[in-house]
């Protein structure tokens, strides 16, 4: 049986209500490759696709390294590298989604984006999954991560700013997670309060 369209949607907010987040996954993939721009609703339902699975390994990694940390200072050294190569599933597994959507985001979504609401929605995408590899990566591998992260949002920005009001949500959420960016993986903490104080006041005078 083929789908329309409006079947994907549906099928993709039903499979999300039943927590079939690998369905929900696919459902979108298959949107997104008719080479269309999205709607808000398709965006924010592709975000949760990916965002559930991601999420759910994001805190799995830092659970295992944390148990991984205490046992090596426990010296339980066997445990320690049992908990390592768990953790570097876990850490494959998350490399391989983030990779899944940025490939789609370089190829598909940013190249068909038609609004500048989704060029933004887009590019914010591709600096949060950008700083999510960076958050595990080390070494030259963090540094590419947290540079293609820096891109992202520096091109979301300057969209966000030359069109888009400054209560719109997709601009108040860039600039949450551009601030977090600089909070948390640049080690930037004056530059991450400015950036999340500007838009604070900015919004506020505009409302």
């Known amino acids: 049986m083929s789908y329309s369209r409006e079947d994907l949607v549906f099928l993709a907010k039903l499979v999300e209500q039943a927590e079939q987040s690998l369905d929900m996954l696919q459902y979108m993939n298959d949107i997104v490759a008719l080479g269309e721009d999205l709607s808000w609703e398709e965006r924010n339902l592709l975000s949760v696709a990916y965002k ?119 601009r108040l959420g860039l600039a949450l997670h551009f601030s977090v960016f600089y909070y948390e993986v640049l080690n930037e903490q004056e530059r991450a309060c400015q950036l999340a104080q500007e838009a604070f006041d900015f919004a506020i005078a505009d409302m």
């Open 52 to 170: 559930n699975p991601v999420s759910t390994l994001r805190g799995a990694w830092r659970v295992l390294t944390t148990l991984m940390q205490r046992e090596t200072e426990r010296g339980n050294t066997r445990n320690a590298e049992v908990a390592k190569q768990y953790r570097d599933n876990v850490e494959k597994r998350l490399r391989d989604r983030c990779g899944d959507i940025l490939d789609q985001l370089e190829k598909n979504l940013i190249p068909h984006a038609a609004s500048d609401e989704s060029k933004v929605f887009f590019y914010k995408m591709a600096g949060d999954y950008n700083r999510y590899v960076a958050e595990f990566s080390a070494g030259d591998a963090r540094k590419a991560a947290a540079q293609a992260a820096l891109g992202a949002y520096e091109q979301a920005n300057t969209i966000a700013t030359t069109s888009l009001p400054t209560t719109n949500p997709v």
